[in-house]
């Protein structure tokens, strides 16, 4: 953003753009290791564990990939931060993202792209809503 033809720096007790404007809410931080844990929780189709997530009140998500898993090479070697967003294909659609990883479901009512910002990965989430019922 500019200012008065100045670029506008973010302040340290600024919170980031896309949660001040954009209003993404951070979701998770996923961190690659090759340990096997307690409760590994397998996800067939793209072939990693995660372990620990449902349990961890800061929303810490360890992911183990076997060797043949179509993940992109970046997400399965480098931590990434998820952010839930309200809708997946509008964000990525007004924006420019190198996209590393198209939407997806990789469980019921969820929908997730991998987008690469700074050579980091970054995960955009979205949740089906419940409809509520009108009594």
Do not use: C
Not at 10 to 33: A, F, L, N, V
Not at 48 to 57: D, H, I
Not at 84 to 98: A, G, Q
């Amino acid at each position: 953003m500019k200012l008065d033809n100045i670029e506008y720096l973010r302040m340290d007790s600024d919170s980031p753009q896309i949660i001040e404007e954009w209003g993404w809410k951070y979701h998770h931080i996923g961190i690659p290791t090759e340990k096997k844990m307690e409760n590994e929780k397998y996800i067939p189709h793209l072939k990693f564990f995660v372990p620990g997530f449902e349990k961890s009140p800061y929303g810490i998500e360890w992911m183990r990939s076997e060797k043949d898993s179509p993940i992109h090479e970046l997400i399965q070697k480098t931590p990434h931060i998820a952010f839930e967003v309200e809708n997946l294909d509008l964000e990525l659609s007004k924006r420019k993202f190198e996209v590393l990883t198209k939407p997806n479901s990789p469980s019921d009512d969820v929908k997730v792209a991998m987008i690469k910002h700074n050579g980091a990965p970054i995960e955009l989430i979205e949740f089906k809503k419940p409809v509520a019922n009108n009594i």
